[in-house]
């Protein structure tokens, strides 16, 4: 209430009256939204005739046209990003297209590029307990990226200018993609809605004497998002005195006069921020529609992703909101209260599927122009939480996504008013948090790789071994071909995924495997395949007396010793004995059989297997 005074004592008339026309087009818009949510929620809303199609490994525009040839589809690549690639077909042919898609082996999911919508909807004031300088004083010096994932941002703006993250691979305006990451000048993030590096709409070319960027779009959104992140609960007027490390880098997915966004730029962005060391992800947004695509590709992240649970009083137990509603650890799901800390009645909810709430009525944060706003609704609520988490990962940057989200859920004043809407009922408490300081977990063990491999004539059968210590677990694992640094693989974005604990390669030569976990630490291994081709077998016994049930693995011994010859197994009778690919033999029944064991130059040697029906 003391932040609200102190703007409008500091505006002119003409200020305020402006003010009043705009939160007026902000409850007018609220209305819309809130209508088109409640009244009807939409399942399938998405842009006609795009198609997102996320492939098994990394493809190229060549690969991906013999593919689309041999389909007898006609489609253009809009965008292709290591294994995402973005389509545009004729509307009337989606259906079939993404049917003929879909069943394809190397194809992991196509689906349409369903629409993102922003989460605010138009009306008190932040009531959180505020032990922000305590805090404060407790924090390191880390710096953290935090992606914001929404409109632009007003990168200009005397209280976010100092908090804008930069690109220090990147010179600034000199037409040079000098980092060659595919973007152009992007020097505080990316506008992927409309693929140029100017992040607000009103930026204003002095030169030219116009605006740079598209002028239907409107990005107080995500400018009022920012506002908060960086704000850490302090009020908002001077945030910019406030010696925060928090680095905000603006990724714009949504704009246009509907505000609307898509997968597509959702994905781009999200490996945006992963290659560029963002440990937050902040998403005031969402859809009714379940994409498998971008459910793969944040649980494939290492960054802790912040969501709004949406505005349309609906229960996301019942109608699931995406991303908020994906049953993940890196993911927290926000609801949002009023200033008696009652779940707003526009807030969605979900007692199994919404995590914790914080404010969201009334909150006066940044907006475009150096100006300032009240807002409304989760996607307002949601950068409470980020800023929390941001303070926690500057206080243990080895910290992850599962022990944040650990740390806010047990440091809440309980309510029980919230009990049936939340899974953790209550407020933060930040002197809660400060006081589980000590139980934030950290990570700064890398992953460890190990491998085996065995030659089948043709090609070579890979079987990495990637386990993590130091508690995090493992979040992603890729390969590529020949010998590679950690920093060819982008932080995970670049390289093929390792799926399964099986890699099939054609030829000899040199691969390096990569793996992440999800405090960041990362691991990379150099291997050379190499046929060496066995020349004798020895078993360690020719006979083996099983019980019913029981089961033998056979070894053996190759010359030379590290021949790497894919070893065929064959039983004589598998109703009596039966064998695994990797020689493990099972007794089925009474009875004498012989299992066959063989090189790949057909040398061969057999165990005999008695099976007795005693035990
Ligand atoms: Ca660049
Ligand atoms: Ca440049
Ligand atoms: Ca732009
Ligand atoms: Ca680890």
């Known amino acids: 209430m003391v932040v609200n005074s102190v703007i409008i004592i500091n505006k002119t008339f003409r200020n305020f009256l402006l003010l009043y026309i705009i939160i007026s087009l902000i409850l007018l818009c609220d209305v819309l939204i809130y209508n088109c949510g409640k009244k009807s929620i939409s399942k399938t809303e998405f842009l006609q005739g795009e198609i997102n199609v996320l492939f098994q490994t990394s493809i190229n525009d060549n690969i991906l046209k013999k593919i689309l040839e041999n389909e007898d589809i006609i489609a253009q690549s809009v965008a292709i990003n290591e294994n995402f690639v973005q389509l545009k077909v004729a509307d009337q042919d989606m259906d079939v297209i993404l049917h003929k898609l879909n069943n394809l082996p190397m194809i992991i999911e196509a689906e349409p590029n369903y629409i993102l919508k ?47 993250w930069i690109n220090t691979n990147e010179i600034e305006n000199d037409g040079i993609d000098n980092d ?21 709409s009103y930026k204003y070319n002095n030169k030219t004497k ?45 704009g246009g006069a509907d505000g609307n966004g898509s997968i597509a730029a959702a994905i781009s962005a999200i490996k945006y921020a992963t290659a560029n060391g963002a440990k937050i992800c902040n998403m005031s947004l969402g859809g009714y529609t379940y994409s498998r695509i971008l459910e793969k590709t944040i649980r494939e992240s290492n960054m802790l992703f912040v969501t709004a649970a949406g505005n349309n009083g609906n229960d996301n137990d019942v109608n699931p909101v995406y991303p908020a509603s994906f049953d993940l650890d890196n993911i927290l799901s926000i609801a949002y209260t009023d200033k008696e800390n009652k779940l707003e009645r526009n807030s969605n909810y979900g007692k199994n599927s919404v995590d914790v709430v914080a404010p969201g009525t009334n909150i006066l944060s940044t907006i475009v122009g150096g100006n300032y706003n009240q807002m409304n609704g989760s996607s307002i609520a949601t950068p409470y939480i980020t800023s929390i988490a941001a303070l926690l990962y500057s206080y243990q940057n080895y910290t992850y996504p599962i022990s944040v989200k650990n740390i806010i859920t047990k440091s809440l004043d309980n309510i029980s008013l919230l009990k049936d ?44 071994i990637i386990i993590d210590k130091g508690g995090s677990e493992i979040c992603l694992s890729k390969w590529l071909n ?23 390669l054609d030829k000899e030569g040199f691969y390096t495997l990569y ?56 039983s004589s009778n598998d109703n009596i004995a ?11 029944q009474k009875g004498n059989c ?13 165990l005999y297997i008695i099976v007795n029906d005693q035990k």
């Open 594 to 606: 012989r299992i066959k064991i063989q090189l790949l130059n057909k040398k061969h040697k057999y």
């Open 210 to 254: 116009e605006y740079v960027s598209n002028p239907n779009d409107c990005d107080n959104h995500g400018t009022h998002v920012a506002g908060i992140i960086v704000s850490n609960y302090v009020k908002l007027i001077n945030i910019s005195k406030l010696n925060s490390n928090i680095k905000i880098m603006s990724l714009k997915i949504q």
């Open 482 to 504: 020949g010998k590679k640094l950690i920093s060819d693989f982008s932080r995970g974005t670049i390289g093929h995924t390792i799926n399964s604990n099986l890699i099939i």
């Open 515 to 570: 793996s992440s976990d999800y405090s960041g630490n990362e691991k990379v291994l150099t291997m050379f395949l190499h046929n060496i081709q066995g020349k004798k077998l020895f078993l360690r016994t020719e006979k083996v007396h099983l019980k019913i049930g029981e089961r033998y693995q056979i070894e053996y011994k190759l010359i030379p010793t590290n021949a790497t010859d894919e070893i065929k197994y064959c």
């Open 421 to 464: 809407y939340v899974q953790y009922p209550g407020i933060l408490n930040t002197t809660k948090i400060i006081g589980n300081l000590s139980q934030l977990k950290i990570d700064i063990v890398e992953p460890s790789i190990m491998y085996s491999y065995v030659y089948n004539g043709k090609k070579f059968m890979v079987n990495p």
């Open 578 to 588: 039966s064998v695994s690919n990797y020689g493990k033999v099972t007794a089925n």
């Open 118 to 164: 922003n989460n605010n909807i138009g009306n008190i004031t932040n009531n959180l307990k505020n032990d922000t300088l305590i805090f404060q004083n407790q924090i390191n010096d880390n710096n953290i990226i935090v992606a914001v994932i929404d409109t632009g941002i007003d990168t200009l703006h005397p209280d976010l200018k100092n908090h804008i």
């Open 180 to 200: 060659i990451n595919g973007y152009v000048d992007d020097i505080n993030g990316w506008d992927f809605y409309n693929n140029d590096n100017t992040l607000c």
